[in-house]
């Protein structure tokens, strides 16, 4: 007769590595297109057309307000539905990027209208086109008003990746409760998967002190 | 050449310009001086393009600068602008902000744009700053920033907009000597000024801007000290400087 529990092995870590992994990929893949996304998105608000705008807020408020766990389900439902059902990784990192670069549209916007418009206008009258000045003046500038709410949205995508457990795809939290529900052995887990999220966030915190660092040193003689 | 003619502006009902002619020479410097909000900045921006203009005609060197084809970008290199406010590229050292323009926009190598910046630099007495981002300069030394920051794509006239009212008093002289300096270089100059006695000094012309028009015009001296307008001379009176 099987036992119904078995204890820990060294091949779990292993499955618990290969969820952080799992975690990262969907994580970065986000971070990287919804912040792409979420600038162009926050770009075309701050451009003061007000049809456009309000289009794009009331979209992006449904993006916001909606449980990130309930897009989830219901996109890879809908997707099944209408016969195209996605493998989770590419369902989740759809919902997820969206999700991002809902979040990311109002921190770019705020960036780029935290930028003078008397130093675009400066920039203009060097010969800057509207595009070179957004590439090299605005860009740049409102990226400093704008890189710790960057953060901590990058920050939240690592964790809510967490979510997308829900519709299947294994990453370090669905790891986990796979092995808990095998060997009951749960604070050991939660102890290791805790240390595994923070190995995972630390770099990005590490990445935010030390652009901070660059600031405050050319900002203060 | 600049050559105003007849150019008409209102921001919605406000009538900021009712027709206003000015001819610039080269080589020539003219103030324009007249009450706060009376759209003397407005006049600047109607020839630089940053602002559009109603009717009338606005030419640099035969261009119209709010005509469908004009290059905005192209002609804007050849007139430099310095505001109120300093405006320095924060996230940039003195030595990049004034080599940005030349390596974007005019497509100079590194190397040889750094070399452009460094003689503006320079020349406007910034040379042990080069290496300074803008928070470490004081408003001064980034005015200066921001006139070298013009001179470096070679322009060949200068707009100022009040460029010493953000400025604390100890630090007005030196950017009004480099001002000077220009003049006494040649440089074309209009320059939008509540400095009175650089308005008599150093501007070969000087024109009152009232109601959105050039009330009277004429040079420097003379405008300054017989002015025939009534508002013009109780202007002058109640102007401390
Ligand atoms: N973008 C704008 N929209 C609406 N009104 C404007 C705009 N820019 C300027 N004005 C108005 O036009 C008038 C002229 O402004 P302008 O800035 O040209 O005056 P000014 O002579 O430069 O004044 P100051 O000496 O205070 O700089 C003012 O009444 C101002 O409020
Ligand atoms: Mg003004």
Redesign the pocket.
């Given at each position: 007769m099987t036992p119904v529990f078995t204890s820990l092995q060294w091949s779990d870590l292993l499955f618990l590595l290969e969820g952080a992994w799992n975690t990262i990929l969907i994580s970065v893949v986000a971070i990287i297109l919804g912040s792409v996304l979420g600038a162009i998105i926050g770009w075309l608000m701050s451009l003061k057309n007000t049809a456009l705008n309000l289009t794009m807020m009331s979209i992006i408020d449904v993006f916001r307000s909606v449980p990130l766990l309930i897009q989830l389900i219901l996109f890879d439902s809908f997707v099944a539905i209408a016969g195209f059902p996605l493998p989770p990784f590419f369902s989740g990192t759809i919902v997820l990027t969206v999700y991002t670069a809902a979040l990311v549209a109002g921190v770019a916007r705020a960036g780029i209208e935290a930028v003078p418009p008397t130093l675009r206008a400066a920039a203009r009258c060097l010969g800057l086109s509207y595009f070179q000045e957004l590439r090299y003046v605005t860009f740049p500038v409102g990226l400093r008003t704008a890189f710790p709410s960057w953060l901590g949205v990058a920050l939240a995508t690592v964790k809510d990746s967490a979510l997308v457990s829900a519709i299947g795809y294994v990453e370090l939290l669905r790891a986990s409760q796979i092995l808990n529900t095998r060997t009951q052995e749960s604070v050991k887990i939660m102890l290791l998967v805790g240390v595994l999220y923070f190995a995972l966030s630390y770099p990005l915190s590490l990445l935010g002190s030390r652009y901070e660092k660059k600031m405050a040193s050319n900002d203060h003689p | 050449m600049i050559i105003l003619e007849n150019v008409h502006k209102s921001?919605g009902s406000?009538k900021?310009l009712k027709g206003v002619n000015l001819t610039v020479h080269e080589g020539e410097v003219v103030s324009l001086i007249?009450a706060?909000?009376?759209?003397?900045?407005?006049l600047l921006y109607c020839i630089n393009g940053l602002e559009k203009i109603d009717s009338g005609r606005v030419t640099v060197d035969g261009t119209d600068v709010h005509a469908k084809g004009t290059d905005i970008n192209k002609l804007r290199q050849k007139l430099g602008t310095v505001f109120q406010q300093w405006n320095s590229f924060p996230h940039l050292t003195a030595l990049e902000n004034v080599a940005l323009a030349p390596r974007v926009v005019s497509k100079l190598d590194k190397a040889a744009a750094r070399e452009v910046a460094a003689a503006q630099l320079e020349r406007v007495g910034l040379k042990d700053k080069f290496d300074h981002y803008p928070s470490q300069m004081s408003g001064g030394q980034q005015q200066r920033l921001a006139i070298a920051r013009a001179l470096a794509m070679k322009p060949d006239y200068m707009l100022f907009d009040?460029a010493t009212s953000a400025l604390d008093p100890e630090l007005v002289t030196e950017v009004l000597d480099t001002m000077r300096m220009l003049a006494s270089d040649g440089m074309t100059m209009i320059v939008?000024t509540h400095e009175m006695s650089f308005a008599r000094d150093v501007s070969d012309r000087v024109a009152f801007f009232k109601q959105g028009v050039l009330a009277e015009i004429g040079p420097a001296r003379e405008v300054m000290e017989s002015p025939k307008d009534p508002d013009l001379q109780r202007f002058l009176s109640s102007s401390t400087r």
């Open positions: - | 921001f406000l900021v007249g706060s909000g009376s759209g003397k900045s407005t009040e939008v």
